[in-house]
């Protein structure tokens, strides 16, 4: 189905607006979809992993966005898994699908309380193999400190490194 505009040419069927109607029966533009791509990413910048990751269900656009994120930004205390365990396959996860050839600009990684040490040195690894891009790195975590002095930080682009390394829970 095509849509004509004022002058009567025909409208490319992905230049259609699409719209919703909200709960007061008034139609509403969804103009989000049609940001760049660029745009989209530096939004998504900005929030948890978990929600960034909770996109891809919007539409088929959003599908692989996530992946793409320039961002991560790993907090357990901001998102809502039920068990450590479920953090930390949610994380081995996210780091096994993103898309390895998109440069990681910054790492957040946020998690007090018991850790084991793999999941530690999972993302330690990984930000070592993304050390070329990498701008800003920031790990929080109760560990020992041991893992993370062992990790080579000569990343070369890196401009900001935060790292807080509390006693281990019992």
Not at 13 to 22: A, D, P, S, T, V
Not at 50 to 70: F, G, P
Request: net charge positive; glycine share 2%.
């Amino acid at each position: 189905m095509f849509e004509f505009n004022e002058e009567g040419m025909i409208l490319e069927k992905r230049k259609r607006r699409r719209h919703y109607e909200n709960g007061n029966n008034e139609v509403n533009e969804d103009r989000l979809s049609y940001l760049p791509e660029g745009v989209l990413l530096h939004i998504l910048s900005f929030l948890n992993m978990e929600h960034v990751v909770q996109t891809c269900v919007l539409s088929t656009r959003w599908k692989q966005l996530w992946k793409n994120v320039h961002t991560l930004v790993l907090k357990f205390s901001c998102c809502r898994f039920f068990t450590y365990k479920h953090f930390a396959l949610f994380v081995s996860k996210v780091l096994a699908l993103r898309d390895n050839s998109i440069a990681l600009h910054s790492l957040d990684f946020d998690h007090i309380g018991k850790m084991e040490p793999w999941l530690l040195q999972k993302i330690l690894s990984y930000v070592c193999s993304h050390d070329t891009q990498l701008r800003q790195l920031k790990i929080t975590v109760s560990n020992d400190s041991g893992l993370i002095m062992q990790c080579d930080f000569s990343c070369q682009a890196l401009r900001s490194l935060q790292l807080s390394v509390y006693p281990r829970v019992n």
